[in-house]
């Protein structure tokens, strides 16, 4: 353990490894392999998963009833004017906060708990402001509160609540609080790994939640697979093949609706209500606890 602790605390993560990056024990993947079988690894016109309930005509019920809301979105595509949210962002763009606007009108949680922050806070307390008001408490679980310090307006401390801590080291009686149709926001380190915030938020909190709390889970493209250019860019992500498993024959957590399934088969009827949101479809995840 001693030389363990040696290897972590100087960095040298090389030599802590014994698999080299590409080898088939290692989680680091073999470029020239996927290079080899790309046709078939990022095949998006795949509809369906064994094993996985897209419950396909729920979403795009559901999709008809968000889009009710979409005359009123507050938003702009640059950030002008008065409110804290833009589309032109990186982070969460057209479809993820479009969505996010219109599942917090239709859904109208008394709570919502975000873990992680950023684009998405930003959504949040613009539509308490101007559509919920006091009757939806928000609170953010963030080790780095600079970025959405800077979103809160001046003498309104009482916007939100922060637990400026990893969601590894909270109590867990926060996430009790969260009731039928409060939301659990995960926007996460998207990676699975020993101690991370995705092991720990599948492993101890989902199990807890209530029945009836709405959970979504960011950056989920279909079919669960990342995309080819962001593996070319060194983004090596797992989150998304972990969530696969998760929901195969998993009845205790129906999907409510996936961004990146219905811009895929559903575009047409995606364009028709929600024509912004083909800009950029996002890759939210909403799924409900049913048990």
């Known amino acids: 353990m001693k030389s363990i602790y040696n290897l972590l605390r100087t960095n040298n993560l090389h030599a ?67 409110r804290r949210y833009y589309y032109e962002n990186d982070f969460f763009s057209y479809g993820d906060a479009i969505i996010l606007f219109s599942m917090l009108r239709h859904y109208r949680p008394k709570r919502v708990i975000e873990i992680g922050s950023g684009f998405s806070s930003a959504v949040m307390l613009d539509t308490k402001e101007l559509f919920l008001g006091d009757s939806i408490d928000l609170t953010f679980v963030e080790p780095n509160p600079d970025r959405l310090l800077g979103l809160l307006k001046e003498n309104r401390a009482d916007e939100c609540h922060l637990i400026q801590k990893r969601i590894q080291d909270i109590d867990l009686s926060v996430v009790d609080s969260l009731d039928e149709n409060d939301f659990l926001f995960v926007d996460s380190s998207h990676v699975l790994k020993v101690g ?57 957590f129906p999907i409510l609706y996936f961004n990146a399934y219905i811009h895929q088969f559903h575009r047409e009827v995606l364009g028709q209500m929600m024509p912004l949101c083909l800009r950029n479809p996002g890759g939210g995840l909403w799924l409900k606890k049913a048990v």
């Open 16 to 82: 802590f490894s014994v698999y080299p990056p590409g080898h088939f024990s290692s989680p680091i993947p073999n470029i020239r392999d996927i290079l080899s079988r790309e046709e078939g690894l990022f095949d998006q016109s795949v509809r369906d998963i064994p094993g996985v309930d897209l419950r396909e005509q729920q979403q795009i019920n559901l999709l008809q009833a968000l889009s009710e809301y979409y005359v009123e979105l507050p938003f702009t595509p640059n950030s002008i004017g008065p």
């Open 196 to 252: 991370s915030d995705v092991q720990y938020i599948v492993f101890h909190i989902l199990p807890r939640l209530k029945r009836g709390v709405i959970v979504h889970f960011h950056d989920i493209p279909w079919p669960f697979e990342y995309p080819r250019e962001w593996l070319g860019r060194g983004i090596i992500w797992n989150e998304a093949y972990f969530l696969r498993s998760f929901l195969q024959y998993n009845r205790a």
